[in-house]
């Protein structure tokens, strides 16, 4: 049984990001930023909405 995650009814997916990564998105430079997702199959809902909701940080590669 997958996990429907909701925020605001919009879908959710759940990420993990490195270091370098959460650094990129708080210093607001996201262009090119690719992160691992948990659940990849929520990118394939097309036009509906998407909340990138970050769970936690991994080791640096």
């Known amino acids: 049984?997958?996990?429907?995650?909701?925020?605001?009814?919009?879908?959710i997916a759940l990420v993990t990001a490195t270091r370098k990564e959460m650094q990129t998105v708080l210093g607001?430079?996201?262009?090119?930023?690719a992160l691992r997702v948990?659940?990849?199959?929520?990118?394939?809902w097309g036009p509906r909405p998407l909340t990138i909701l970050i769970t936690g940080i991994g080791p640096v590669p």
Do not use: D
């Not at 607001?28 to 930023?33: A, D, F, P, S, V």
């Open 1 to 11: 049984m997958s996990k429907e995650k909701y925020l605001n009814n919009h879908p």
């Open 28 to 33: 607001g430079r996201t262009e090119g930023l």
């Open 38 to 44: 948990n659940h990849p199959e929520k990118f394939m």
